[in-house]
């Protein structure tokens, strides 16, 4: 738990958030600012500051994170598909330094950047 950490202190419970999924692994929430019908941050409960942090330590997390977005997805009624980004560091766009993924659908998304 990193105290300065923004989704440290959703996953503790110190800042509201609007939950769908938890487990031991795995804290998932909506997006504050969605840019799709279903938007929601896929969040490993341990502090990983992004994918540069991912190492054979801690890298299970990563994959409770998968297990839990097919979960998700299935929860959430994605059967046609979803997108799932992770944006890692400054160049990558990422705005909160802690390691999340961004679990889009609910609409056909078009634009594409590969
Ligand atoms: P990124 O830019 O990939 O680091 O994504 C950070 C995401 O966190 C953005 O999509 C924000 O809208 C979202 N976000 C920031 N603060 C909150 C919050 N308190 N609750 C839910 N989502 C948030
Ligand atoms: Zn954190």
């Given at each position: 738990?990193?105290?300065?950490?923004?989704?440290?202190?959703?996953?503790?419970?110190?800042?509201?958030?609007?939950?769908?999924?938890?487990?031991?692994?795995?804290?998932?929430?909506?997006?504050?600012?969605?840019?799709?019908?279903?938007?929601?941050?896929?969040?490993?409960?341990?502090?990983?500051?992004c994918?540069?942090?991912?190492?054979?330590?801690?890298?299970?997390?990563?994959?409770?994170?998968?297990?839990?977005?097919?979960?998700?997805?299935?929860?959430?009624?994605?059967?046609?598909?979803?997108?799932?980004?992770?944006n890692c560091g400054?160049?990558g766009g990422q705005t909160v330094m802690?390691?999340?993924?961004?679990?889009?659908?609910?609409?056909?998304?078009?634009?594409?950047?590969?």
């Open positions: 738990m990193d105290q300065d950490c923004l989704f440290c202190r959703i996953i503790a419970g110190e800042i509201p958030s609007s939950k769908v999924y938890e487990d031991e692994y795995v804290f998932a929430f909506r997006d504050i600012n969605p840019q799709a019908p279903v938007h929601i941050l896929v969040v490993p409960k341990k502090h990983i500051c994918a540069c942090g991912i190492n054979e330590n801690n890298s299970l997390y990563v994959a409770k994170c998968f297990e839990a977005i097919a979960k998700i997805a299935k929860q959430e009624g994605l059967m046609n598909g979803f997108r799932v980004i992770n400054e160049d802690h390691l999340h993924f961004h679990l889009i659908g609910g609409v056909k998304l078009s634009e594409k950047i590969l």
